[in-house]
């Protein structure tokens, strides 16, 4: 597999945070793959490092982090002709990685409440990226706006285009913040929980307009959420992620159809899905997630894992891959070739 | 917005009302009789005297009444005479406004400039060196007492280096803006230097609380310059809380800096304040405080304006 069908190639990302002079790790080693044209999903429960994973990716991260990796590439594709990105060697806020933002990555955050300044119209706050990188008229910007909003389906847009954030909705501001992830057309968009803080039908509409964006130009998506059955839905492939490690990696039938980690078991036992019997209880996994700053050696799910042995407390676990492209952080599964 | 303003200015008249009687009230509790400044002491002795004084001056009829004869006057802008002095109170702060005005304007602009830049900068360049030197700058600034500030800086740059006059606003030979200004500087900077302090922690704290929310993460990931989100993203919202202490500190281009003109014999109304509260000039008193008072009310005025054009989410109840 070339640079053409490899979007973004991330090797080792670690990711720490200073505070008190104290540095505490909470992405270790994470490596993946985006496919070009394809979904990715990382998943995992709240604070596992999934955010994290991918504002050190785009660099936008708060002053007391340290982000380390061997390699952040982006391979972007024009014309046939494949120019490399390395993300990891660039200045946070310079010019080549703001070049990037907009045009090639676009990104859609978790709260869509607090990601629209209040104080500018929401057409100006969507035009402004467009101005930036592509030099257009203010006039031409808001006609690309106004053909943003309708794909959108944002109601009434000649109007709406003049508003003030707080004078939308929730999943009306959503829609908002993805006009200004997509306005530029980049390649890969990463949504960082994109629904999270919406209602369940307006959490349907949202990823249905984002899946068929992404069928009909083509486009990669970076979608972090904790929700299976979207991921179900969206993902070609899922990266599963516990306590700032990738624990489980494959195509969707990989994780679904042949779970093999016990913590993406025991995530996808959580589930509650229709066919469950009466008085019938939905499993939860025992314990609680660790703090970061006092974990152990070994396996960071030791704790809670049922299939826990002597040899999982020792040293660092390292990946199997027990299919091809199907990686798994779990002993059991040792007499299977090592990768990194 | 028009109706917002209309309305607006249309409260401010019960509220001056309402002040004008509480100054007017609460300074006949204070216990000052006037009477016993206006005479000298061996005319106290006869109590005929005082009480015919007494008479002449109403200072016998009801409260109320003498509320309103006060009022009425105020509104044919008959401000009254110094018990004291004898002098017309019109006369009199037409003579200091310009010197208290001179002096805060100089400060407030100064300190304003001077503020808002180092506190930005210190959010922006967060534990960097101006951030540091700001902040044990703002600390000093706050915990220095403004006399002793004062006569600091009268015994170092006056006396000592004697780069510029111990006190006065002008000296009596000299005329001219130069003469002007060399008498500004040390008050003007006194006065700018204690007044920076709090407004740069404040615009400090705000900008970086405003660069730490999500619309900032918003605008950066558009790829735009980083002076851009400073400016357009993180400014202007930063400034909504600002401007706040800013208006309300304009009151002082009237009411003058109490102490600041003390130490600087500076004449403006600051100085006629404290001569009028220790003489028990109380015209003088009423007609200062409730000028002080009014200019309060045009600032917190200013304030409704200003944060309604900076952020539409006031507009809403227009």
């Known amino acids: 597999m070339d640079n053409k069908d490899i979007i973004l190639d991330v090797k080792k990302l670690n990711t720490s945070f200073v505070s008190d002079k104290k540095e505490t790790k909470i992405i270790k080693d994470v490596s993946f793959q985006v496919k070009r044209g394809k979904t990715l999903a990382i998943v995992g429960e709240s604070g596992c490092g999934k955010s994290v994973t991918v504002h050190s990716i785009v660099k936008l991260m708060p002053r007391n982090a340290r982000v380390r990796a061997k390699k952040v590439q982006y391979n972007a594709l024009k014309d046939g002709a494949v120019t490399e990105y390395s993300l990891d060697k660039m200045e946070a806020y310079g010019k080549e990685m703001r070049k990037l933002r907009g045009p090639e990555i676009g990104m859609v955050f978790q709260d869509p409440m607090s990601s629209l300044n209040p104080v500018y119209r929401v057409g100006d706050q969507v035009a402004e990226g467009l101005i930036e990188h592509e030099h257009i008229s203010k006039a031409e910007a808001r006609k690309r706006v106004l053909d943003m909003f309708k794909k959108l389906g944002i109601p009434d847009p000649e109007q709406r285009i003049n508003d003030y954030p707080h004078q939308f909705s929730g999943g009306m501001k959503q829609r908002v913040v993805i006009a200004i992830a997509m306005i530029s057309n980049p390649e890969l ?5 994109p629904t999270t803080a919406l209602d369940v039908t307006i959490q349907a509409q949202i990823m249905e307009l984002m899946k068929k964006l992404q069928v009909e130009d083509g486009k990669s998506i970076i979608l972090i959420t904790h929700n299976m059955g979207l991921v179900a839905e969206m ?9 700032g490690r990738v624990v489980e990696f494959g195509t969707l039938e990989d994780i679904f159809e042949h779970t093999s980690h016990p913590y993406t078991k025991a995530l996808l036992r959580s589930v509650p899905v229709l066919d469950m019997e009466d008085g019938e209880e939905l499993e939860t996994i025992p314990g609680i997630t660790p703090n970061p700053a006092d974990l152990k050696e070994g396996c960071e799910f030791a ?18 891959e027990v299919s091809p492209g199907h990686r798994v952080r779990c002993l059991k599964y040792d007499k299977f070739p090592e990768v990194d | 917005m028009l109706k917002f303003i209309v309305k607006k200015l249309l409260q401010m008249i019960p509220m001056l009302l309402l002040i004008s009687f509480i100054v007017f009230v609460g300074l006949q509790f204070t216990g000052i009789d006037p009477i016993y400044y206006m005479i000298s002491p061996d005319m106290a ?12 001056y109403g200072f016998n009829d009801p409260l109320l009444v003498r509320y309103f004869r006060w009022l009425g006057d105020l509104l044919q802008g008959n401000f009254g005479y110094s018990i004291v002095s004898g002098s017309s109170i019109k006369t009199l702060i037409a003579q200091r406004l310009p010197a208290t005005l001179e002096l ?14 180092i506190g930005i900068v210190s959010a922006i360049k967060q534990n960097g060196i101006i951030d540091y030197i700001g902040r044990v700058f703002a600390v000093v600034g706050q915990a220095i007492p403004q006399f002793f500030f004062g006569i600091s800086m009268i015994l170092i740059f006056a ?11 002008m000296s009596p030979e000299g005329v001219g803006f130069g003469d002007r200004l060399w008498h500004l500087v040390l008050p003007g900077m006194t006065l700018t230097l204690s007044m920076c302090a709090v407004l740069m922690r404040y615009a400090r704290n705000t900008m ?6 999500d619309y900032i993460k918003t605008a950066r990931s558009k790829g735009i310059p980083e002076w851009k989100v400073y400016l357009k993203h993180g400014f202007r919202n930063a400034m909504r809380p600002v401007l706040v202490i800013l208006c309300f500190r304009l009151p002082m281009l009237i009411g003058g800096s109490v102490v600041i003109e003390e130490v600087f014999a500076w004449p403006g109304i600051g100085t006629i304040l404290t ?22 009310l045009v600032a917190s005025f200013l304030v409704d304006v200003l944060t309604a054009l900076l952020d539409p989410r006031v507009r809403i109840g227009e």
């Not at chain 1, 040899?311 to 676990?317: F, S």
């Not at chain 2, 006396?159 to 606003?169: D, E, N, S, Y």
């Not at chain 2, 970086?208 to 929310?213: E, I, K, Q, R, Y």
């Open chain 2, 104 to 117: 805060s304007a100089f400060a407030l602009v100064l300190s304003t400039i001077i503020g808002i830049t």
């Open chain 1, 189 to 193: 968009l990463i949504a960082d929980e």
């Open chain 2, 208 to 213: 970086l609380g405003v660069l730490n929310s």
């Open chain 2, 159 to 169: 006396i000592k280096l004697g780069w510029f006059p111990t006190a006065g606003r």
């Open chain 1, 303 to 320: 704790d809670r894992c049922s299939e826990c042995m002597e040899r999982c407390r020792k040293g660092t676990i390292p990946a199997y």
């Open chain 1, 235 to 243: 993902a070609d492939e899922v990266c599963v992620m516990y306590m």
């Open chain 2, 275 to 296: 001569q009028a509260v220790v003489s028990g000039d109380y015209p003088v008193i009423l007609v200062t405080t409730l000028m002080v008072a009014a200019a309060m």
């Open chain 2, 45 to 56: 002795a006869n109590t005929d005297n005082i009480e015919a004084l007494r008479e002449l």
